[in-house]
Structures are given as C-alpha cells and as structure tokens.
C-alpha cells in the first residue's frame, strides 16, 4: 500500500494532468467547432452568393422576354394592314427597351458592359419609310446569351451526373467474377438505368444477353464524350464550378485527369497519337481553371506528369 505522504504528493499530480488534459480537449472541441462553423459559413456564402447571381439572371431574362412578348405583334415599318400608324407603338417600343436597359444595368451590371458607351437619353429620329435608326435591341444579346449557355449548363449538368451514376453501376459489374456473371449484373444495371435515365438508352433495345454489351459500349462512349465536352466548354458567369468546393472541385478534375489517361491508353493501342498532346494542354488549362491547387505552376513541367498528379492527389 501506497504512503499517505506519498499518495497525497502524487494524487494532486494526477488530478492536475487530466485537468489539464480535459481543458486541451475542451479547447481543441471549441477551435473544431468553430473551425466547421466558419466552412459552413464559407459554404453557406458561397451559395448565397451564387444564388444571388442566378436570380439576377433570371429577373433580367424576365424584363426581355416581357419586352418581346409586349411587343412582338407589332409591325416594324410602314404601316398596319388596316392602316394605323405605327409611329407610336415604335416610340413605346423604344421606351419600353430604355427602361429594361435601365433596370437590368442598376441590378445587374455584369449583364449590360455593351450598354456603358451608349447613350440611354439620346433621342432617336423616326423616318416614315426605314422607321427608328436603331433601338436598344443589340443590347439585350448578352442577356440572352448568359440565360441560354446557364439553361444548357443545368440540362447538361443533369445529363452528366446520370451518365456518371449509369457508368459507376456498370462499372461495378466488372468486379463479378466470370463472363456469364458479369453479363448478368449488367443486365440488372441496365434495368436500373433505365429507371433513372430512360431517355440514355435506346428503347429497341431490351435488358437482354445480346444487347449488354451495345449498351454497356454505348454508355461508355457516352461518357466519354461527355467528358471531352466539359474539357472543351467555356462556361458562363454563372456555370464555373470554380467556387465549388474542394471535393466537387477535385471530382471533376479527376474525371478529366482519368479521361485524357484512358484516351491515350486508347490510342497507343491503335497507333494514334496525333492530336492528343492537344487534348492534354487543354485538359490541363480546364483544371487549372478551377482547381489551381491541382496544377503546379512551374515551366517546362511534362504534361504527362501533371495529369498523373491530379490522378494521385484526387484519388
């Protein structure tokens, strides 16, 4: 048995390491918390932010469209099959544009850099035979353009990820075992695929033996091409996936790193390599885009060993 003087010298000891110890936790606890607090916080802005953007997209796509929608049953020039003049409705056309101008540049500027050089209160000259000598028309086109390229970004975006979730189940099957099992497990993935992406496969063809294969093919081919889109896309204001976070990000990257290292597997069984160094500064310069931590910045680096980096540091 421990001394009394002995256990009273050590026991205060004791209790003090794991006061110690407690208090270190507690405060590790704390530094945590508030470090998760302040990426969600990060997060949480982030997409408020970009929230923000689409919606200033959509309100400014909505001014356009109730300006051609008001005005598209009118006649241009001359005069109206009963023989009204159009001179006003021209001027209220006019009208109408300014102040859509007008308004889109107050909320959303980044939608209207052609119309900083003109003049908003410029009065323009009616001639009766060539009408008005110009609008605001042309200055609507960037509006347009940003709502289309956002429009097709989200149906690609949806296209992508389904072609993702069909390639990963088809993958799976590989890890089957023998032929016969294989083909079997793709048959079920097939009719899995087919509840989520109906549309991705052709309908002539049925969840059977003969046609796994094609249809196997055909997705791979598919998400292959997709991948070789996303490379050579140039996104909107509102489609980069730069502010993305790091897993997104990264994912992406991935995605196109293993792509250009399959495609030239592909082509130095065929004997093809024309065009591919191509292919590959342009997959590189796409990554970079939007995760730079991926790409080193440093001259003279094979591109080879960058896109083997981006494989190694993302898997």
């Known amino acids: 048995m421990m001394p009394i003087a002995k256990r009273a010298r050590v ?20 530094v945590e918390f508030h470090h998760a607090g302040h990426l969600n916080s990060y997060e949480a802005d982030r997409q408020e932010v970009q929230d923000a953007a689409i919606a200033r997209l959509y309100r400014a796509y909505a001014i356009v469209r109730a300006i051609e929608t008001h005005h ?12 009204e003049d159009t001179t006003n409705r021209r001027r209220l056309r006019l009208e109408a544009q300014r102040d859509g101008v007008r308004q889109i ?45 956002y429009d097709e970004f989200i149906k690609s975006e949806a296209e992508s990820a389904r072609l993702c979730h069909a390639r990963a189940l088809l993958k799976a099957c590989d890890n089957e075992g023998t032929e016969a099992n294989i083909r079997e497990a793709r048959i079920v993935a097939i009719r899995q695929i087919r509840e989520f992406a109906p549309g991705m496969l052709l309908s002539a063809f049925h969840s059977t033996l003969d046609s796994a294969e094609y249809t196997t093919a055909s997705v791979y081919s598919s998400y292959r091409w997709d991948i070789r ?51 590959v500064e342009q997959a590189i310069e796409k990554i970079k885009s939007f995760a730079p931590e991926l790409v080193p910045d440093e001259e003279d680096t094979d591109p080879w060993l960058i896109i083997r980096r981006v494989i190694a540091d993302t898997a």
């Open 229 to 279: 889109c996303r490379i050579h896309h140039t996104p909107s204001l509102y489609d980069s996936i730069r502010g993305e976070s790091s897993h997104i990000r990264h994912s992406e990257a991935r995605r196109m790193a293993v792509y250009i290292q399959d495609e030239y597997d592909i082509r130095q069984a065929e004997k093809r390599g024309a065009g591919l160094m191509l292919l």
């Open 11 to 30: 026991e205060p000891s004791r209790a003090k390491v794991v006061k110690k110890e407690v208090l270190f936790h507690e405060a590790l606890g704390l």
């Open 105 to 149: 540049r107050e909320f959303a500027p980044e939608l209207m850099t052609d119309s900083m050089l003109v003049d908003l209160n410029a009065e323009f000259e009616y001639d009766p035979e060539d009408g008005y000598e110009e609008d605001f028309e042309e200055l609507f086109a960037q509006t347009r353009r940003e709502y289309h390229k």
């Open 72 to 83: 598209n049953v009118m006649a241009w020039s001359g005069r109206r099959a009963d023989g």
